[in-house]
């Protein structure tokens, strides 16, 4: 019966912003990847895993590709675009507006350099008129030859199923590739650091978030098990930033403790005891050594 079962991969893109993480959360049940209102926010590739009696879906949510502005950047569309060349599907996630701009166009001159099935997934479609979809459908249609529609909403699982099957029917038969219980190869410590990440993103000014980084500095469970030691720095590029992340008598900073400790608690199902500090590295983020240092080695890509 094994045989049966389909198994395959599935490239989430998009330019930054456009819901992929949320998607991906939505398919799998549970939170892999962070969100956030902010672009950029995911950097790495990170893979999670879909198992159902059809078989196993797993799917790369990459960076949104874009111009890239510095080595982060040119590390972000490098991970995008090679994640391209290893799948057999691909969901391509837009805004639900008839307007395509030169991002959107960038990514489709892309796609037709690609021989693989696109699916083009509407994303926020509770925020329209049905009506709307239709214009929007058409006008895709026109900019590439699409294999499949599916207007959805990430955030409230619209037409979630629909896209599932959809996907099913571009994967070739075969084994699956991981235990039916794995949902994400990220490293406990990679999402840890991510959600960190995530909260310093909802909680700071608009101009900071870009720059930081998140490294764990100790990750250790207690002899007993039901409480997790965990360390770890906030970096960012400048000392003014510095001041704000930690905030008026640590205030700021306690704020992004207490909200990352308690995802985190719920990722570990355990009790966390959460440090956290701030330092300042100028421009990281052009940084061959200090990028690698962050967990974005190119010759990981």
């Known amino acids: 019966m094994n045989e049966q079962k389909k198994s395959g991969f599935a490239a989430l893109i998009g330019r930054p912003n456009v819901g992929k ?6 398919i799998i049940g549970q939170k892999v990847a962070i969100t956030s209102h902010r672009p950029q926010t995911t950097r790495n590739r990170i893979q999670t895993v879909y198992t159902s009696e059809e078989g196993q879906i797993v799917f790369l949510d990459t960076p949104g590709i874009h111009r890239a502005k510095n080595r982060l950047g040119e590390y972000m569309v490098e991970v995008a675009q090679r994640t391209l060349k290893e799948v057999d599907v691909i969901l391509w996630l837009v805004e639900p507006v008839t307007f395509i701009g030169a991002g959107e166009r960038h990514i489709a001159e892309q796609l037709s350099r690609i021989r693989l ?9 509770d925020t329209i008129k049905k009506e709307e979809v239709l214009c929007i459908m058409d006008a895709y249609r026109k900019l590439l030859d699409l294999d499949q529609i599916v207007p959805v909403s990430a955030l409230k699982g619209t037409n979630k199923d629909t896209l599932i099957r959809l996907i099913f029917q571009y994967l070739p038969y075969g084994p699956m590739f991981y235990d039916e219980d794995t949902v994400t190869d990220q490293p406990m410590r990679q999402i840890v650091a991510e959600l960190i990440r995530e909260k310093a993103l909802k909680l700071l000014d608009e101009e900071i978030p870009h720059g930081i980084a998140v490294s ?7 002899q007993k098990g039901s409480l997790w030691d965990i360390q770890a720095t906030i970096i960012c590029e400048r000392d003014s930033h510095k001041g704000i992340i930690i905030g008026k008598g640590g205030a700021m900073l306690k704020k992004i403790g207490s909200a990352a400790r308690f995802e985190i608690e719920r990722q570990l199902e355990a009790k966390v005891n959460l440090k956290l500090w701030v330092k300042v590295k100028k421009d990281w983020r052009d940084s061959d050594f200090l990028l690698k240092n962050f967990g974005y080695d190119k010759k990981e890509v």
């Open 117 to 125: 099935p696109v699916i083009l997934v509407i994303n926020k479609v």
């Open 216 to 222: 764990i500095d100790l990750m250790k469970q207690r």
């Open 21 to 26: 993480s949320t998607l991906m959360n939505q």
